[in-house]
């Protein structure tokens, strides 16, 4: 049936981590002890008071559809939230609810962008961004940056990226993969040059609290609020509230847009879940000392890493400011030879290499778009980093 599929999936690229998350798995089944510091998800559980909601919720019947771009009292607890938050003002009209972050992203694609169509991608850049582009029919134009600049692109290679047919760009500060917070200035230039060009700007805020300065969340409409008709800002309860598997997610912004996005999603999913919009409403009306707990806890287990890591020869990276993730150039190992005679040429290699030497799960920055880079998680237990750093630590002991 394979000559049946449609184009577009044909020409969907598997995701490279998809290799290495199947081989840490079979290992892992065979009893093996792998360290998995490849998860793309806080290790915390969701907090006690949000789990409640939801359970009080399915107790009073709450289980029917809801209004397609979410409940009112949801869509008004996200446009509170970010005035307190952000400083900024929305009607809940120009909130849409989804099934996650992820969801609104490919909505807004579907809604925006066509065959033709440009859009900005900086690297390192979130895996999903380049297909959810494509399956819209448009293509992804990635702008490299480099590990020396902390990963912040050169506003030039911006400019230069622009063409005629560029409609859009997607940003994402803090980031996943780099744990990096692009600087004020950076952002600044770059609000002149997307206002100057008029393109379409899609932020994903989503580890917008996870950042260890101690500073509140920051966009680029919080450096330009002028750019207010032409940006769209996603977010979500995943990452900031442990949340990942309730699928609550939003886009913010101008109503015509969040409109069109309503239309795709009344076409195929419907409302997110009855009772997560439930769990997301008290996540935000609740409690706030859990996010402040739980990123008190990554910026601890930031700085381990950081610390454990560059004790190691040939490994750099710039400290994680944000998210819990470190993007670690290991591009000094490559051409060298393992003990069994492979060489390692890439980060898959140094990825597999690590995960059957080591015993160590990492995801290879050949997916993020920066192939000389390694991604780990400090989403894990303290103990876990330093066995895992250790291991990593000898493995690349054994490469001559
Ligand atoms: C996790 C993640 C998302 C998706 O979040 P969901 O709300 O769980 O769909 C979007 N963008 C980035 C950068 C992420 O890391």
Redesign the pocket.
């Given at each position: 049936m394979k000559e049946k599929l449609a184009t577009r999936v044909k020409q969907l690229k598997p995701s490279a981590t998809l290799a290495v998350n199947a081989k840490a798995k079979s290992l892992k089944a065979k009893g093996i002890d792998i360290i998995n510091l490849s998860a793309?998800e806080p290790d915390f559980d969701t907090p006690d008071h949000i789990k409640t909601a939801a359970i009080k919720a399915i107790e009073e019947g709450f289980t029917r559809y809801t209004p397609v771009p979410g409940i009112p009292e949801l869509r008004e607890a996200i446009v509170s939230r970010l005035a307190e938050d952000y400083g900024l003002t929305y009607k809940p009209e120009e909130v849409v609810v989804s099934c996650?972050?992820?969801q609104a992203?490919f909505n807004l694609a579907q809604a925006l962008f066509e065959p033709g169509d440009e859009v900005l991608i900086l690297a390192p850049y979130?895996v999903s961004y380049p297909p959810i582009v494509e399956l819209a029919g448009a293509k992804p134009v990635i702008v490299p940056s480099s590990r020396e600049n902390n990963f912040e692109p050169r506003i030039e290679d911006i400019a230069k990226a622009i063409t005629p047919k560029t409609k859009g760009i997607i940003l994402?500060s803090p980031s996943?993969p780099t744990g990096q917070i692009y600087s004020r200035k950076f952002m600044e230039e770059l609000a002149s040059l997307l206002k100057e060009k008029g393109l379409v700007i899609i932020s994903?805020d989503?580890y917008d609290k996870l950042r260890f300065d101690g500073h509140g969340p920051e966009n680029i409409l919080t450096v330009a609020p002028d750019l207010k008709d032409q940006t769209i800002m996603v977010n979500?309860v995943?990452?900031t509230y442990a949340m990942?598997g309730w699928r609550i997610?939003w886009a913010i912004g101008p109503e015509d847009i969040i409109k069109a996005v309503s239309k795709i999603q009344g076409q195929s999913t419907s409302n997110a879940t009855s009772v997560a919009q439930k769990a997301a409403l008290e996540a935000l009306v609740g409690p706030q000392d859990c996010v402040a707990e739980m990123c008190t806890s990554f910026k601890r287990r930031a700085k381990l890493l950081y610390d454990e890591i560059t004790k190691i020869p040939g490994l750099s990276l710039p400290e994680p400011k944000g998210t819990f993730y470190a993007f670690i150039d290991f591009s000094s190992y490559y051409g060298k030879k393992a003990p069994s005679g492979q060489e390692i040429r890439d980060s898959l290699g140094i990825c597999e290499y690590l995960l059957e030497e080591a015993k160590v799960a990492t995801v290879p920055g050949v997916a993020f778009g920066d192939d000389r880079c390694l991604r780990i998680s400090f989403a894990s237990a303290d103990e876990d980093i330093k066995q895992g750093i250790a291991r990593i630590a000898e493995a690349l002991s054994k490469l001559g």
């Open positions: 793309g996650g972050a992820k992203l979130w994402n996943n994903d989503i979500g995943s990452k990942t997610g």
